[in-house]
């Protein structure tokens, strides 16, 4: 168990050094990125959607890096029955991430469902991984541990279907939180593996890239109650919200007795968390947004990260109402993506069946 946590903490520090790396290079060659990303549409984004990957994601679109936005919908069934809400989580992601600023004009956005050709990839896929290799992944030991079910076989091998969401399109860059760092390391195994048993199409370079994962500088938002974030537990601001919804929200927050407000969050995890919001929503320093407040007390720092949040949410939410009003355009710009997501993963499937002598 020990040394498990440490090669995590390893294998976060290197993606931390990796991801400085990267950024130089975006900096220099955006040309040289393909990038794709997504989210399981299990619920509403939220806030910490929001500053942790959603501004990030609009940031890399605007340098130029040519961008697939997934939304995982088979990835919502790997631990639950049925797809409850789902079409509405679907639409309303849309709208979030238009909202933000994603453009489709220059980012793919569509759903893994509706891509035969990347569906395809994980029956090659499944033969370059051990059930033994499957089992070690501590994401998914970590979300089994919380579940009180068994293991599905969806379960079990989504990370190497998240491989295929990667590998379609061959991206080689992913932004994603440290969760997600163990299904990167598998997808570059399964890329390597193909490429030394099936070889390659192009001698030049192997049918799959090796993809890296870039961590969001954001550190995690926590929910209004200190725990994680969770729909379960209703402790997010969700981007849809009301501004009374979100004020609502944040009356109830946990704080402490201290009226002196500060950034501390070892010790004051929940005050902390809720500067933070405060300072991501204002632009400013958290140290310096908890020494305005002062001896504001915990309802000082509610209001003021009210304001804050509604404040900076208050554009997004307008643009979201307008695009939501008119679903037809929504589910038009996820048919456009469909599309184009599906030629690039019949090209990709060609190349794959040719390294596999299967093109008969
Ligand atoms: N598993 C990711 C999450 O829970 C969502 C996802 C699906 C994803 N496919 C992906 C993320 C491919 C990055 C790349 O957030």
């Known amino acids: 168990m020990e040394t498990e946590t440490l090669d995590q903490d ?21 040309s040289a990125f393909r990038l794709l990303t ?11 959607h929001y500053f942790g990957s959603l501004t990030n994601r609009v940031r890399l679109q605007n340098l130029g890096i040519e961008t697939f936005l997934i939304v995982a919908d088979y990835q919502v069934i790997y631990d639950r029955d049925g797809v409850d809400g789902l079409k509405d989580n679907v639409i309303n992601m ?29 029956l090659p896929f499944l033969a370059l991984v051990t059930d033994a290799e499957l089992r070690r992944n ?15 076989g969806l379960m079990l091998t989504f990370p190497v279907h998240q ?12 932004p994603v939180g440290k969760d997600q760092l163990p299904h990167i ?7 390597r593996r193909f490429d030394e048993r099936y070889g ?35 402790n997010t601001i969700e981007l849809g919200m009301t501004a009374d919804q979100t004020a ?3 009356k109830r927050a946990v704080t402490d007795s201290d009226r002196r407000i500060t950034f501390d969050p070892e010790n004051r995890p929940e005050v902390s968390n809720l500067v933070n919001i405060a300072a991501l929503c204002l632009g400013r320093d958290p140290e310096g947004v908890a020494a305005e407040i002062g001896d504001g007390g915990g309802g000082g720092l509610k209001q003021l990260a009210t304001a804050a949040v509604n404040d900076h949410l208050a554009e997004h939410r307008a643009r979201r109402a307008e695009l939501v009003a008119n679903p037809d355009h929504l589910w038009q710009v996820l048919r456009d993506g469909n599309e184009r997501a599906n030629e690039v993963a019949e090209a990709t499937l060609a190349e794959v069946r040719q390294a596999m002598s299967m093109d008969y």
Do not use: W
């Open 38 to 48: 997504g989210d399981r549409p299990t619920g509403r984004l939220h806030i910490g």
């Open 185 to 191: 390391e598998q997808t570059r195994v399964i890329a």
């Open 94 to 122: 849309l709208a979030d991430y238009l909202a933000a600023g994603i453009d489709p004009h220059r980012t793919v956005i569509f759903t893994h469902s509706a891509v035969t050709a990347l569906n395809q990839l994980l």
């Open 138 to 152: 501590p994401t998914v030991k970590d979300e089994l541990a919380t579940l009180n079910r068994p293991m599905s």
């Open 10 to 30: 390893k294998t976060l520090r290197r993606s931390e050094e990796r991801s400085k790396e990267l950024e130089a290079q975006i900096a220099k060659d955006p």
């Open 248 to 250: 609502k929200l944040l």
């Open 200 to 234: 390659r199409v192009d001698p030049s370079r192997p049918v799959f890239p090796q993809a890296d994962a870039l961590l969001s500088r954001s550190g995690t938002i926590l929910g209004l109650d200190g725990q994680k974030m969770s729909k379960s537990r209703g």
């Open 163 to 174: 491989a295929a969401d990667i590998l379609f399109c061959k991206a080689n860059l992913v």
